[in-house]
């Protein structure tokens, strides 16, 4: 192990002998008492050295035997510590393209802060690659959610749509102007493309689905350019998905509101069958709503605000990766809302049905959403 404090975390003095690391409430630690000696160790933890070195150092300063490692254990502890040896081959591959990771060091910085384990922030950056996520949608949403998860290192982002690029899918961080009248999903593959740090993963690099050559799937991202489909999503579109256990999320703009969720994840949380169900025992005109809405004349320009298209993006885009991560962000089996003019994010926690074939309710709802809190009206990051 080579200690190193990370530089995530900015550092000031409270008192002569407590440090703060960090600036926000979420993140903050405060250390303390740290005498002399124990501040000039903690400059030694950059990285450097590994820990015989440092017991070395601590020798020659006329420290006591034993207390560097236990200085070391401390804040390791604490999550102030990382390890830029850490991670595994992955880790150590990513280290090896140094283009690639000097375009993704502000994330690497910023999932060092999240995970708190050395070694942790690497790791999951690396694991990235091996990933396949599909987008499907190609207009203001979705090709900016594309855009945004191979610039974070996802290695596989696939996007699906059908139709040309029209003015109107044009969006910053989405399909450029340049891309109007070419095939949708060609465009976003280009965009795709130019959004990552690095070359397409080879197929070595990624684990197989069972029977398969291509990668599995680890999510799919729902952001149709219709954004009815996103705010009241059929359930049949998504049988698939439920039949393989596929993670899938949804997202979009309808009229002036903003939808994030729900992730769903098969057999362990509300579909949108439980969706759709929910809402018809709570109002029972919805179905014929939905007949109407479904069926009607679409319109050939949406009703997609850019700068609502951009927010939701970005908020899909980073509960996708939170999970790619490992977590289960506030969108699994809830939805968030937000709506123009007022830009106010409140929440719905959607329960599984019973009569629902999903199979969400019971035991298997409450394995996959160990450790999910309570719905919130403010945004929970």
Known sequence: MHPMMK?????????????????????????????TA??????????????????????????????????????TAAGLLDDPTAGGAAADALRKRAGALDRLRPDLSSLSVVHPEPGGGIRRLAARRAMRVQVQGAGRVGATVAAVLAASGVGRVEVLDGGCTEPWDVAPGGLPAEAVGERREAAARQLVRRSAPDRPPRAAESVAAPGRGEPALSLVVVAPRDGLA???PDPAAAEDWIATGTPHLYAGVAEA?????????????????????????????????????????????????????????????????????????????????????????????????????????GKSEREHTAGIGPAHETMAG
């Open 257 to 361: 509101t903003g939808v994030v969720g729900p992730l769903v994840l098969p057999g362990g949380t509300a579909c949108a069958g439980c969706l759709e169900l929910g809402r018809a025992g709570r109002d029972p005109g919805r179905p014929r709503l939905l007949a109407q809405w479904r069926s009607g004349r679409r319109r050939a320009v949406p009703t997609c605000d850019v700068a609502l298209a951009t927010a939701v993006a970005g908020v899909t885009a980073a509960h996708a990766l939170s999970f790619l991560d490992g977590e289960l962000p506030a969108s699994t089996g809830a939805r968030w809302e937000v709506s123009l003019p007022l830009l106010d994010w409140r929440s719905e926690r959607i329960t599984p049905h019973l009569d629902c074939v999903c199979s969400a309710v």
């Open 230 to 232: 996103a705010y009241a």
């Open 7 to 35: 530089p995530a975390l900015k550092r000031a003095w409270r008192e002569r002998q407590t440090v703060q690391f960090g600036v926000t409430p979420a993140h903050a630690v405060m250390v303390g008492p740290v005498d």
């Open 38 to 75: 124990t501040g000039a160790l903690i400059e030694l933890l950059d990285g450097t050295r590994g820990m015989p070195l440092l017991r070395e150092e601590a020798r020659a300063m006329g420290l006591p035997e034993g207390q560097v490692d236990a200085l070391v254990k401390r804040l």
